[in-house]
C-alpha cells in the first residue's frame, strides 16, 4: 500500500543533506569551518546538513565551493530542486490565485497518453462542468485566503480538459460513491455534473469507476491521486500537492490504483449508482 507520500518528499530532503555532509566530510571540515568559508552563521551549516533547512541554490554553490567540489554542484542543485517540488503547499501554489496554476499543467495534461485518478472528496478536475468547479473554487479560495480569480480559474480549468475531446488519450478513472453526494456546489449544478458524468462514461476513451460504499475492500479509502503515464503521481493533501516521480514510489499507487479498480463497478451498475445520486439531489 503507498507510504506516506510527505514522508517520501522528507527522505528526498535528506538525501540531499547527507550528500552534502558527504563532500563536506571528504575535505576534513567541520560544519563550523564550512560556516566561516561560506560566510554563514554556524547554525545555517548545520540546519542545511541535518536537513531541517533546504538549502538555495547559491547556497550549494557555496558549500560545494568550500568543499573543492565546484563539479558536483549543478547535480545537487537539481536534486535539492527536485526535492523542493515534491511538496508544494497549495498557499504558495495558489498564491496569485489558481489560473495559473492549471494554465501551467496544461502541457502535462496534453502529453500524457494515459491517466489514472483515484478521487476519494470531489469529482477529477477533467469530469467537472463549469457550475461545479465554480463552487469548488470558491469554496477552496475562502478556506485557503488566497485571490480571487474563480472565473478565470474555472475557464482554465475548462480549457486544460478538453483532452477528454481532443487527442489520443486514455482516462480510466475510480470515484468513491460518497462523492456523488458531496454538495459542493448549489442543487442545479450537482445535477448538471451528475448528467455530465453520466455523458461522459459513454466516451470511448474514458472507464468511469465508482466505488460502492458497501464494498468489501482491500484498500482502504486514500487522498486523491492523479497518475500520468508510469511517469509522475501527484497526490493531493489538505496542505499540499505531492509529485512523486521514483518508479517504486510510482508502482505503489498503481498498484493500489488496480486494487480499487476491482472494487469498484462499471457499466450499468455504476450508472445507476450516478443516477440514484441524481435523484437525491431532488
Keep these: 500500500m503507498p507510504t506516506s507520500p510527505f514522508s517520501s518528499a522528507q527522505a528526498a530532503r535528506k538525501a540531499v543533506a547527507i550528500r552534502l555532509q558527504g563532500l563536506m566530510k571528504d575535505a576534513g571540515l567541520s560544519g563550523h569551518e564550512l560556516a566561516v568559508q561560506c560566510g554563514w552563521h554556524r547554525a545555517k551549516s548545520s540546519r542545511i546538513a541535518r536537513g531541517i533547512t533546504p538549502p538555495s541554490d547559491a547556497d550549494i554553490r557555496a558549500w560545494c565551493a568550500a568543499c573543492g567540489a565546484e563539479d558536483q554542484a549543478a547535480d545537487i542543485i537539481a536534486a535539492s530542486r527536485n526535492a523542493e517540488s515534491m511538496y508544494v503547499e497549495w498557499k504558495q501554489i495558489h498564491r496569485d490565485g489558481m489560473r495559473r496554476v492549471h494554465e501551467k499543467t496544461t502541457p502535462l495534461y496534453q502529453r500524457t497518453r494515459s491517466f489514472r485518478v483515484y478521487a476519494s472528496n470531489v469529482v477529477p478536475g477533467m469530469l467537472q462542468t463549469a457550475g461545479y468547479a465554480t463552487g469548488l473554487l470558491k469554496g477552496i479560495t475562502r478556506f485557503q485566503g488566497t485571490p480571487d480569480d474563480v472565473a478565470d480559474a474555472v475557464q482554465a480549468r475548462l480549457n486544460r480538459s478538453r483532452v477528454l475531446r481532443e487527442g489520443n488519450h486514455r482516462f480510466a478513472l475510480l470515484l468513491e460513491e460518497t462523492v456523488l453526494y458531496y454538495r ?53 493533501t489538505l496542505t499540499a500537492e505531492i509529485n512523486l516521480t521514483t518508479p517504486g514510489e510510482i508502482k505503489t499507487y498503481l498498484r493500489a490504483f488496480a486494487d480499487l479498480a476491482k472494487t469498484a463497478v462499471h457499466g450499468a451498475p455504476a450508472r445507476t449508482l450516478i443516477r440514484e445520486a441524481l435523484t437525491a439531489v431532488g
Design 184 to 236: 459542493v456546489c448549489d442543487p442545479e449544478a450537482m445535477s448538471e455534473q451528475l448528467e455530465a458524468l453520466l455523458a461522459v462514461m459513454s466516451r470511448p476513451n474514458v472507464s468511469l469507476g465508482i466505488i460502492p460504499k458497501t464494498a468489501h475492500r482491500t484498500v482502504w479509502p486514500l487522498e486523491a491521486f492523479y497518475a500520468f503515464d508510469d511517469q509522475q503521481v501527484a497526490v493531493e
